[in-house]
Nanobody, 126 residues
């Protein structure tokens, strides 16, 4: 089992940058594929980015491609989401999620993931 704690959210202006972090408990972090999702008020939780166990595979939602970068440091049990060129439509609660999976596989669906953090708020002002 793994526990996830997100941090790094806040208020930023349009065009700004922010980095979210997700710290995981436990000694088996490297066995988990990780993902970032977001949920705006009144909307469903949507896929943002994902990374495989070893970090060799990544993928992004079309809406964030070229602006967001997911990475992980298995030595620090942490996954990151670097967000650049932020837009008001990026405003949401951001969640990280973990799943034990295949080494190079990344996962896209909410239902794929077994563990979730509590979320961190991002507000992008126009």
């Amino acid at each position: 089992q793994v526990q996830l704690v997100e941090s790094g959210g806040g208020l930023v202006q349009t065009g700004g940058s922010l980095r979210l972090s997700c710290a995981a408990s436990g000694r088996t972090f490297s066995t988990y594929a990780m993902g970032w999702f977001r949920q705006a008020p009144g909307k469903e939780r949507d896929f943002v980015a994902a990374i495989s166990q070893g970090g060799g595979s990544t993928d992004y939602a079309d809406s964030v491609k070229g602006r967001f970068t997911i990475s992980r440091d298995n030595a620090k049990n942490t996954v990151y989401l670097q967000m650049n060129s932020l837009k008001p439509e990026d405003t949401a609660v951001y969640y990280c999620a973990a799943k034990i999976g295949q080494y190079y596989t990344i996962y896209y669906r909410v239902l794929d993931y077994n563990y979730w953090g509590q979320g961190t708020d991002l507000t992008v002002s126009s």
